[in-house]
């Protein structure tokens, strides 16, 4: 199975940015779509963004949209989450997730997970 980890996350403030890198080993990474979550303290992990193992297909929660690009470098068996605009709501262990698939759009379900990163946004 493919193991998944997280770096990049850090202490920031409001108005920064950051990049998240998720490494991915152990099987063929173009064989899966590729997915971050969030989760904040004391509440439900959420989807924030996913890309298709072509990367042709990506897409992001609502609130994220505008400020949060995910990317993938198959050549590196890497995604990446690029974090524009924070704000102290985006405060969360942000986690890394993995799916096999041959679809051309990526779905919300995902069967491999990371350790997570912290990111914390101070205002």
């Known amino acids: 199975q493919v193991q998944l980890v997280e770096s990049g996350g850090g202490l920031v403030q409001a108005g920064d940015s950051l990049r998240l890198s998720c490494a991915a080993s152990?099987?063929?990474?173009?064989?899966?779509?590729m997915g971050w979550f969030r989760q904040a303290p004391g509440k439900e992990r959420e989807f924030v963004a996913a890309?298709?193992?072509?990367?042709?297909?990506?897409y992001s929660t609502a609130s994220v949209k505008a400020r949060f690009t995910i990317s993938r470098d198959n050549a590196k068996n890497t995604v990446y989450l690029q974090m524009n605009s924070l704000n102290p709501e985006d405060t969360a262990v942000y986690y890394c997730?993995?799916?096999?698939?041959?679809?051309?759009?990526?779905?919300?379900?995902?069967?491999?997970w990371g350790q997570g990163t912290q990111v914390t946004v101070s205002s």
């Open positions: 997730a993995a799916q096999e698939s041959r679809a051309s759009v990526p779905g919300r379900v995902f069967d491999y």
């Open positions: 890309i298709s193992w072509t990367g042709i297909s990506s």
């Open positions: 152990g099987r063929t990474f173009t064989h899966y779509d």
